[in-house]
T-cell receptor, first 116, second 118 residues
């Protein structure tokens, strides 16, 4: 099993540019989580999808952030326009989730985003 | 609000010693999980303990859960230099989405940085 795959692994961009992060779930998993990790704020949940449907997007910082699941195995997180304060490591994680119980989450290697 | 809070924030020990990390939380949970993160890498699941369990073992790891005190501890016995990493507790608790759907949500603590000196 290849595990959760994220791309790119590193992204350096200039303020105002659009950034798209990508994530491929583990085959058979039905839940996807996008997290952001910074020294100041730790690991924050941005959005949670279950069976392709966004369940909780209360962690999405603002309208500049959007996330989609065009199919059951793939997701994108887009930031438009990007700002320096968006610099962080972005992780996605997947699991097999029953609605009322979150079991082990499998994390991808992360995308380190730097916005200049 | 932060659900899982870990203590200590940093721990430095010698190889062979035991390492104990603690986690406190605020609300009722379905389960509590511990994860490990090596520098520059993603989180890796270590162990899950359900709310009706009190203790669980996995290799050199021992996790306890006290739901009356809303706390958990992770003990790593006979530590090795390779155990150097950040350790996070995560609590799974029921949330209610805007549309009324209930679901389990995992909330991570700030982590404990463990350094094991050879």
């Amino acid at each position: 099993d290849a595990g959760v795959i994220q791309s790119p692994r590193h992204e350096v961009t200039e303020m105002g540019q659009e950034v798209t992060l990508r994530c491929k779930l583990i085959s058979g998993h039905n839940s996807l989580f996008w997290y952001r990790q910074t020294m100041m704020r730790g690991l924050e949940l941005l959005i949670y999808f279950n069976n392709n449907v966004p369940i909780d997007d209360s962690g999405m910082p603002e309208d500049r952030f959007s996330a989609k699941m065009p199919n059951a195995s793939f997701s994108t997180l887009k930031i438009q326009p990007s700002e320096p304060r968006d610099s962080a490591v972005y992780f996605c994680a997947s699991t097999v989730n029953e609605y009322l119980n979150t079991d082990t989450q499998y994390f991808g290697p992360g995308t380190r985003l730097t916005v200049l | 609000s932060q659900q899982g809070e870990e203590d200590p924030q940093a721990l430095s020990i010698q190889e062979g010693e035991n390492a104990t990390m603690n986690c406190s939380y605020k609300t009722s949970i379905n389960n509590l999980q511990w994860y490990r993160q090596n520098s520059g890498r993603g989180l890796v699941h270590l162990i899950l303990i359900r709310s009706n369990e009190r203790e669980k073992h996995s290799g050199r790891l021992r996790v306890t859960l006290d739901t009356s005190k809303k706390s958990s501890s992770l003990l790593i016995t006979a530590s090795r230099a390779a155990d150097t990493a950040s350790y996070f507790c995560a609590t799974d608790a029921i949330q209610r989405a805007a549309g009324g759907t209930s679901y389990g949500k995992l909330t991570f603590g700030q982590g404990t940085i463990l350094t094991v000196h050879p």
